[in-house]
């Protein structure tokens, strides 16, 4: 067989595409890339917000028309898959095998069944489930819980993925302990809230580690980098900001969604903090870690959001000075309370508050982006660029990063990089050798190109 998996949404879902790939892979199945050559294609869903609904509903639509023409065998994973919404998308496109967040290991059987398959049990040996590592690459992602105990009136991931579930800190360690042999350099800890690591709903879960010690151990398996997604301000602990500053592997980057900087807002997204207290821990992780590289998620235009709620949003931005943010427009999902309760605002009006923000984050990224031009980060460079003549990566605050290939750093590696210009989305710079001073820059094949491409060839 012949199977190619299909990922939209967050990295939980390309952590679980992994899972289900390598799963494929023990069964026999061939990866390919692309639709034309597979004749098993799964679509891994994402239900967070409409625009990713919409993408999988047309891309099934096409899938359908295919399977009219030759033999295919279609299949949906994923957050939509658990929802009434995506099954009825799923009877409409005539999807085979139908699986949720939980029952990702009943791959096996839903392609041996001559039937229709739907699988939408949360089983319990998913997360026991220590995939293989993921082969030739220097990041890796490491799901350590799935669900959410929260409910933000928002959100419907609550409903997709189920109530929070720890993994252990054995398979954890022992799935990290795979990577590591796989010459992984940098590790992602996942989760829906990283923060409430061992407390599944509201208990604390006995021989498990608090977060901040999980990081601690992490630290301590010689991994050379960790970072971690994502994080509620609610069970975010000072102790998490300490254990950042005390083990040098932990990337000082943190994602911390504040959703709005309006308390009357936070109020009827059930957040569970205030401005004031967010602000209080943005502090708290300043105190331990001076040099933090912030991100966040803001919505903008959640029902009844007055423009001086949305103020409030902008002030927050200034007084955190974000280095990065993802910023949406409210997406009413069907089975949330808030799109039950209250009624949506205008579509103009939140397009035109999103472009405020978004020009406000731009003045912050430039500015902070500027702020390293002449430092030196440690680059993860994951391979080519678009151009072939340079690398890209990221830095250890996740900044985007661009460099010409050097004599003696050709190839995916972690280098030290002095950054030499920046724009609000991306930093570029040169590799040094030991001694800090720039590598010579490969011969290039095709210098014409280079100039185009890249802002330090143009200086
Ligand atoms: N509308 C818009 N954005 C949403 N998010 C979650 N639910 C919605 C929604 N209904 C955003 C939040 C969250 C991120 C993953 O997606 O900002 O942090
Ligand atoms: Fe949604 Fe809140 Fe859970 Fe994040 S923490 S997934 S926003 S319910």
């Not at 010459?183 to 061992?198: D, I, K, P, R, S």
């Not at 030991?434 to 590598?439: C, R, Y």
Request: aromatic letters at 6%; proline letters at 6%.
């Amino acid at each position: 067989m012949k199977a190619t998996v299909i990922t939209y949404g967050c990295q939980m879902n390309e952590y679980d595409t992994h899972l289900v790939e390598s799963q494929l892979v023990s069964l026999g199945a061939d990866l390919v890339q692309g639709v034309d050559e597979a004749d098993f294609v799964l679509v891994n869903t994402c239900a967070v917000r409409g625009k990713p609904v919409d993408k999988v509903r047309s891309l099934l639509g096409t899938l359908r028309k295919i399977k009219a023409q030759r033999p295919l065998v279609v299949g949906m994973m994923g957050c939509l898959a658990q929802l009434e919404e995506g099954q009825q998308m799923a009877r409409k496109f005539e999807v085979d095998v139908l699986l949720g967040p939980g029952s990702l290991l009943d791959i096996g059987q839903a392609l041996e069944s001559n039937e229709r398959f739907w699988g939408l049990q949360f089983k319990d040996e998913l997360h026991e489930h220590i995939p293989p590592a993921p082969t030739g690459k220097l990041q890796a992602h490491l799901t350590i819980m799935r669900g959410c105990d929260h409910h933000c009136t928002y959100c419907i991931v609550p409903t997709t993925r189920g109530p929070q579930v720890s993994r252990s800190p054995d398979d954890i360690l022992r799935e990290l302990d795979l990577q590591l042999a796989a010459g992984v350099q940098e590790v992602t800890l996942l989760g829906q809230n990283v923060n409430a690591y061992g407390v599944d709903q509201g208990a604390r879960l006995a021989g498990y580690p608090s977060f901040a010690d999980l990081l601690r151990l992490v630290g301590r398996s010689g991994v050379r980098r960790i970072k971690f997604t994502t994080s509620h301000p609610m069970n975010f602990t000072e102790d998490v900001a300490a254990a950042m500053a005390e083990t040098p592997a932990v990337c000082e980057f943190v994602h911390l969604p504040v959703q709005s900087g309006s308390n009357h807002v936070l109020r009827r997204m059930a957040r569970e903090y205030t401005r004031e207290k967010y602000l209080q821990h943005i502090a708290e992780i300043r105190r331990h870690l001076p040099h933090a590289v912030l991100a966040t998620d803001i919505i903008v235009g959640f029902p009844g959001e007055t423009e001086e709620d949305f103020q409030d949003t902008l002030s927050l931005y200034d007084e955190v000075g974000y280095d990065s943010a993802y910023m949406f427009i409210y997406s009413p999902r069907p089975g949330t309370p808030s799109y039950k309760h209250f009624a949506d605002l205008p579509r103009e009006l939140k397009t035109e508050r999103l472009q405020r923000l978004i020009a406000r984050q731009k003045e912050w990224s430039a500015r902070k982006n500027a702020e390293k031009v002449g430092s030196v980060q440690e680059v993860l460079l994951r391979g080519d660029a678009h151009d072939a003549g340079f690398l890209e990566g990221h830095t250890r605050g996740n900044h985007p990063t661009v460099v010409p290939k050097a004599i003696g750093a050709s190839q995916a590696g972690v280098y030290p990089v002095r950054i030499e210009h920046a724009t609000p989305h991306m930093m570029y710079g040169r590799i040094l050798d030991a001694s800090g001073e720039p590598l010579p820059e490969q011969p290039r094949l095709n210098p014409e190109a280079a100039a185009v491409t890249s802002p330090l060839q143009m200086a």
